[in-house]
Each structure stands twice: as C-alpha cells, then as structure tokens.
C-alpha cells in the first residue's frame, strides 16, 4: 500500500467515526473546574495566574472599549495552545494543521470585525479602500480592488496559516524518507 506524503495531514478516524471531535474536546477536559474554596489547589492558582497575566498583558494597549473582547480572545488563545501542546504527544492529531478549522475560527472573527468597524466608525472604515492621493479616474478601480482584497483577506490567511504548520511536518517526513 502506498501513501502519499499528505496522507498525514488527514483526520484520522476510527471504526468510521472522525477524531477530530475527540481532538477539540479533550484539551477541556484537561482544564481544572474552578471551586467555591478560597484555597485552591496548585493547579488552579497556576491555571488562574496565567489566565491574569495574559489578559494583562492582552489589554495593557487598549482603550477601555477593547476590554469587551477580553474574554473571546483569552479562551480563543487557551483553546488554541492546548491543541496545539496536544499535538506534541506521539501518535496523535493536530486539528489546526486543517484549512476547515483555520477557516472556522478566521471567518468569523474577520467577519465580526470588519462589521464592528462598520458600525463605530463607518468614515475611518471605508477611508481604508481608497488610498490618499488617488487620481481621479482610479478612484472606482481601487474601490473594486480593496474590496476585492478585503474580502479575500481570511482565505488567504487561512491558508498561508494551514500552509505554514503542515510545511515543517512534510519536511519532517520528506528528510525521513530519504534517510
């Protein structure tokens, strides 16, 4: 039986049922539930320092109207890692090397803040699609084409994402075989 070298990027599956919602469920189940205590164990004062201090530092930049997204971005940032730390044990699947998850977790976010950039700052928003300067007949050309390149924005990094961590696995694999 012969393999290809992407063969190791497919979602693994087992007796016809995909790994992949055990992949993005077990990192969870990992996470200790937080108690009534005032004392808690080692692990949920660790878990709860690092949670502090990566907020901290996600918000020491921002105005106070960035606090909101505090929350979404902290949980997306500990979803992401403890799938990623996941992938490191031997024999097992990493979910964000497949261009579906990137795009899942790309699409709407980008959607959410090109929509909130709309809505608080329409003129500052649409300013962006024409550069300063612009001659008079480029004008509706540009329009089109920064449109076009916002709108393309999260396919291509979706898969310049996808492209970057598969890459170093085929790499992995290309020097294997030939050694």
Do not use: C
Request: hydrophobic share 55%; charged share 5%.
């Amino acid at each position: 039986m012969t393999l290809s070298f992407f063969d190791q990027f497919m979602s693994p599956t087992f007796l016809g049922i995909p790994l992949i919602a055990l992949a993005l469920t077990l990192p969870w189940l990992l996470f200790p539930t937080p108690a009534t205590r005032w004392l808690n164990n080692r692990l949920l004062t660790l878990q709860g320092w690092f949670i502090n201090r990566f907020t901290h530092q996600l918000l020491m930049p921002l105005n106070l109207g960035g606090h909101k997204w505090a929350g979404i971005l902290t949980s997306l940032m500990l979803f992401l890692i403890s799938l990623n730390m996941l992938g490191l044990l031997p024999y097992t699947f990493t979910p964000t090397t497949q261009l579906s998850m990137n795009m899942g977790f790309a699409m709407p976010l980008w959607l959410a803040t090109v929509l909130i950039g709309m809505r608080n700052q329409p003129t500052i928003t649409l300013g962006h699609l024409l550069p300063e300067g612009t001659p008079t007949l480029l004008i509706p050309v540009l329009i089109i084409i920064e449109t076009i390149s916002v709108l393309i924005r999260p396919l291509a990094l979706g898969v310049r994402l996808t492209a970057n961590l598969t890459a170093g696995h085929l790499l992995i694999q290309l020097i294997a075989t030939a050694a």
